[in-house]
């Protein structure tokens, strides 16, 4: 399939071709929490040709969700959203393997981090991220974080002997700031978050250079890249190379 005529304007785009999209059909992404953000980045990623989708998430479909959620109908309200999102990207895309996994990310060394390319933080609480950027330092592997609220929204990709989540987030710091239930959503803001989460993701397949952490309001049309330097005494990655 991955020749076949499918994915002729992505292997025509230079920073994939052939060679990468042969990458991305080896590919295992697990993406963690299967809400706005999520949806839309399952959504570009089956598309794209990834070759595995693990979709972790405890939550149903609320009808709430359906303003942002990009997979979900009304015939879902109440079903498993990890369920509901397999069904719906095997109808996209019946060459890529979804794994639904349907629990909340409780533990760092959790095996549903484990054994993939890339790991995709969807969610929209800061101990899940903590808890998925210990897991991936100490297994060296790759993940993006993305938030979202309001119209502003930050995407980060996380690599080995880089800076990690608490480099940028000590966890002694308040990180919970504004979020959806104090600044409301729009639907343009999670999908972007949830694109360009996807998008640092297909550049770490196929070793593209990152961005760096990029932050904007959508309403303004801000956008900010900013550094982010490792910090030699954080807890979790300091005076340690990964992989």
Request: aromatic share 6%.
């Amino acid at each position: 399939m991955i020749l076949d005529g499918r994915f002729s304007r992505q292997i025509a785009f230079p920073g994939i071709g052939e060679n990468g999209q042969r990458k991305l059909s080896s590919s295992r992404i697990a993406i963690v929490g299967l809400g706005a953000l999520g949806t839309v980045a399952a959504d570009r990623l089956c598309r794209a040709g990834v070759g595995f989708l693990r979709l972790i998430d405890h939550d149903t479909v609320e009808l709430s969700n359906l303003q942002r959620q990009l997979l979900f109908t009304e015939e879902d309200v109440g079903k498993s959203k990890v369920k509901a999102s397999a069904a719906r990207l095997f109808e996209i895309n019946s060459g890529s393997t979804t794994e639904p996994v349907t629990r909340r990310l409780t533990d760092s060394g959790d095996p549903a981090i484990r054994d993939v390319d890339v790991v995709l933080d969807c969610t929209d609480n800061a101990e899940a991220r903590y808890l998925i950027n210990e897991g991936c330092v100490r297994s060296g592997t790759p993940w993006v974080h993305g938030a979202a609220a309001g119209s502003f929204g930050r995407v980060f990709a996380i690599v080995p002997n880089g800076a990690c989540f608490s480099c940028l987030h000590p966890r002694a710091e308040d990180t919970s700031g504004d979020t959806a239930a104090t600044l409301g959503m729009l639907n343009t803001t999670t999908a972007a978050v949830g694109a360009l989460e996807a998008n640092e993701t297909l550049k770490i397949l196929v070793n593209a250079p990152l961005s760096g952490l990029m932050m904007f309001d959508l309403w303004s049309g801000a956008f900010e890249y900013v550094g982010v330097v490792r910090d030699p005494d954080c807890p979790v990655c300091g005076g340690r190379d990964r992989r």
